[in-house]
């Protein structure tokens, strides 16, 4: 199936602008993590008042950027390394992706609809945003070196960059 950039783009329009916007939406889904998925609680530091920014600031960036894979695929191979020292597995992607489709179902069903279309186009954006992460981590040595060219460091950071989780040019 190929992804579904309008659908995407129009529910994560409507995610900001409904229930509370992203600010209940990223509360909710770390609410719910936990709650559904003890095991990967531990590995959070960042309190989910801070993290949820990081969170809804990338997937803006990704709604953003999904015409754009030349700027996509490096954003998120670099976060994707980056996640290797947040101690990630990939078997934890798809409970992460799970539980935001789920907190997405919740958010968009209090003043409006959520189709199996939506679930569906969202199901498949994760699940390719999750392989491009889990390839990336599988194989540091090798994108390291392509994202170094860019400006990336081994760690999957920049040097210039305060806030990684924004990709650069993306306008949401
Ligand atoms: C859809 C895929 C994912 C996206 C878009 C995403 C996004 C992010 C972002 C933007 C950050 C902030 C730090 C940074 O940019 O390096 C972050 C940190 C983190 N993520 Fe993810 N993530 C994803 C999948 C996962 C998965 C599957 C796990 C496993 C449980 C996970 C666990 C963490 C942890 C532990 C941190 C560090 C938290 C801290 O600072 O305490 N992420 N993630």
New binding site residues.
């Given amino acids: 199936m190929a992804i579904n950039v309008e659908l995407l783009t129009e529910t994560f329009q409507r995610a900001k602008a409904e229930n509370g916007g992203l600010h209940s939406l990223g509360m909710r889904f770390y609410q719910r ?1 936990f709650e559904k ?1 003890p095991a ?1 609680k531990p ?4 309190p989910p008042e801070e ?1 949820h920014k ?2 809804m ?3 803006s960036s ?1 709604v953003a950027a999904l015409t754009a894979p030349d700027r996509m695929l490096p954003y ?1 191979r670099a ?1 994707g390394i ?2 290797l ?5 990939s078997a ?2 798809p ?3 799970e539980n ?1 489709v789920a907190v997405l179902s919740e958010h968009l069903s209090k003043e409006g609809v959520w189709t199996d279309e939506m679930k569906a186009a969202w199901e498949e954006a ?1 699940n390719v ?2 392989s491009v ?1 889990i390839e990336a981590a599988d194989n540091p040595e090798k994108y390291t070196a392509e994202l170094a060219a860019m400006g990336y460091q081994a760690d ?2 920049k040097a210039s960059d305060p806030e ?2 924004v990709l650069a040019g993306a306008k949401a």
């Fill in positions: 993590l998925y990967v590995l959070f530091s960042t993290q990081k969170l600031a990338s997937l990704i998120l976060m980056r996640h020292k947040y101690k990630t597995e934890h992607y409970a992460v992706a935001l994760l945003v999750a992460m999957g950071f990684p989780w």
